[in-house]
């Protein structure tokens, strides 16, 4: 058998894909965070039951209204979007003048009830959703056989981060939130409605959240817990990669995606501590993250 | 002044009061901008000119009294429909932002009526914001950022220019340059409301100046008479 430094090669590159797979939950989950933070300065940690929403808005629109995969993946976000809207309009928006551990304990709360409420819905097993049939099968790559839908998870997560990062740093919208970001009274003085602005940032963060989270139905059961299980690593990739960096979120999370898959082939047992050790070593070296500004 | 008093000024404040927080500081300002003039406001450090700005601009948390702006008042509006309304701000502490580029930097603003530079004029005006266009914003000097900073108002059509202390520590030509400006942009009639402490400077640009003293406007000089108060201004500012 072909062997990779002692490893066998199928196993290196399976776990290889496994981490990119994961990675690319955590380049999508950190940048919605990352955009989010950079402009309201709260650390939403209703992303990870809003991930899950999205996925289970798209298994009720598949069971309810018959609309397949490709059109859950434009409208999950989109319903998700603007239940965000309603979230920061009604409550977020109160809390800005506040100190910012009431955003945390606020988004923490919405957490629970979301998470709760589909646990009283659907139980904690959950429910199934199919891989659509233009995705199903595997591809034999000549060192592996992958299965087809893995690979597009990793490819439309890297289209997802690669578009939101060209609006943020190569469009004039991205360089009003850059702007705002930076000093949002003076962007709002040029005749910027900046409060809706934050609405719209908001809802664009969540938005990518449920992306993932349909992304993610076909691949783990649409289930209660799914994004408790993701958040808490996410927050762990946000911290790396510095908090409120678009890159830094998009290149941790694929890069710590990999690591972790690795370690699960090197040292198995580490696996699952690996990307808190990251973690400690660099807030050690770079307090700020690996692609954050040094406050 | 009986002309003056028929027409509706540009800009009219009447008893304006502001806070930050618990600190009280203006104290009832009056004075008018009137169409197509340049008006310094000077005054000793801590007079509250950047308080008075910020007021118009409505970027002070707490503010009181008349603010009209061709007869509309706007104390109560919110700072991007002033500047929806035709006023822009070029801050004290310049507001060059560090994560977007010169162009970027330039671009902001949004056009809130017709009749703003365009960008080649602009960089006719300045060459130097053509030259660094892809730069970093805060990685050009402090004179080409005060340029940037002007500039990018001056593209919005907003007819009432606040330009906060712009020569405040630049060297002599960028201050020439300066005033080069401001006496182009008077003619292509615009309204500037100006605050400077070099009132050397403001006598080559003004039409008038309000004195502050305390968070009030205690005289008001034209600049014609401007030499024969010398002595009265110096007191004033305490040079
Ligand atoms: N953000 C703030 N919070 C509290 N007090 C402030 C704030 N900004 C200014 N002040 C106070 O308000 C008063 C007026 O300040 P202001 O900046 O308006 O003065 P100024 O005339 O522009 O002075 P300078 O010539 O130094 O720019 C000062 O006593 C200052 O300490
Ligand atoms: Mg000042």
Redesign the pocket.
């Known amino acids: 058998m072909f062997m990779i430094l002692g490893y066998p090669a199928p196993l290196m590159f399976g776990q290889l894909l496994l981490g990119l797979i994961n990675g690319a939950f955590y380049a999508l989950l950190s940048l919605g965070l990352a955009v989010i933070f950079g402009m309201l300065n709260i650390v939403n940690f209703a992303h990870g039951a809003l991930f899950m929403l999205g996925a289970f808005v798209a298994w009720g629109l598949l069971n309810f209204l018959g609309v397949n995969y490709w059109f859950a993946l434009l409208l999950a976000p989109l319903i998700v979007g603007v239940f965000g809207v309603l979230l920061e309009k009604t409550l977020i928006a109160r809390l800005y003048k506040l100190d910012h551990l009431y955003g945390l304990l606020l988004t923490f709360g919405l957490a629970l009830i979301i998470e709760g409420l589909a646990r009283n819905e659907f139980g904690s097993s959950g429910v199934p959703y199919p891989i659509p049939s233009l995705l199903q099968g595997a591809t034999n790559l000549g060192f592996m056989f992958m299965p087809i839908y893995r690979g597009w998870v990793v490819l439309a997560s890297a289209i997802m981060c690669l578009i939101t990062w060209l609006i943020i740093e190569k469009t004039s919208i991205g360089a009003t939130l850059r702007a705002a970001t930076e000093n949002a009274p003076l962007v709002q003085a040029f005749g910027i409605n900046v409060p809706r602005m934050i609405t719209l940032t908001y809802a664009g963060g969540v938005a990518l959240a449920a992306f993932a989270g349909v992304l993610a139905a076909p691949i783990y059961s649409v289930n209660p817990n799914m994004g408790a299980n993701f958040i808490i690593t996410v927050f762990a990739v946000v911290v790396i990669g510095g908090m409120g960096s678009i890159l830094g979120s998009i290149v941790t999370g694929f890069g710590l995606g990999v690591i972790e898959g690795l370690t699960k082939v090197f040292y198995p047992q580490g696996s699952s501590v690996v990307i808190f050790v990251v973690m400690v070593i660099v807030l050690l070296v770079r307090p700020a993250g690996l692609f954050g500004k040094a406050a | 002044m009986p002309d003056a008093m028929l027409e509706v000024p540009m800009l009219e404040v009447r008893g304006l009061n502001a806070w ?2 618990e ?1 009280h ?1 203006l104290h009832g300002v009056d004075f008018d901008v009137r169409e197509g003039e340049v008006v310094t406001l000077l ?10 700005m910020k007021s118009i601009m409505g970027l002070v948390p707490r503010r009181e009294g008349k603010i009209a702006f061709k007869g509309q008042e706007t104390v109560n509006l919110r700072s991007d429909m002033i500047a929806r309304a035709g006023i822009a701000l070029c801050p ?1 502490e310049r507001g060059i932002f560090a994560s977007l580029s010169v162009t970027e930097n330039l671009m902001l603003p949004p056009v809130i009526a017709p009749g703003g530079l365009d960008v080649a004029t602009i960089h006719a005006l300045f060459p130097n914001l053509k030259e660094r266009a892809n730069s970093q914003g805060t990685k050009l000097s402090g004179g080409e950022q005060q340029m940037l900073a002007i500039a990018r108002i001056l593209r919005t059509g907003a007819k009432l220019l606040l330009l906060d ?1 712009p020569t405040e520590g630049l060297a002599p030509v960028i201050v020439q340059q300066i005033g080069r400006t401001i006496r182009e942009i008077k003619q292509r009639g615009y309204t500037v409301l100006l ?1 400077e ?1 070099n009132f050397r400077f403001a006598a080559t640009v003004a039409d008038r100046h309000y004195v ?1 003293e305390h968070g009030r406007v205690v005289d008001m000089i034209p600049n014609s008479e401007l030499s024969a108060n010398m002595d009265k201004l110096h007191d004033y500012l305490g040079v």
Do not use: P
């Open positions: 930050y927080g600190s500081i005054g000793r450090n801590g007079a509250g000119k950047t308080t008075t004290e202390e605050v402490q502050m």
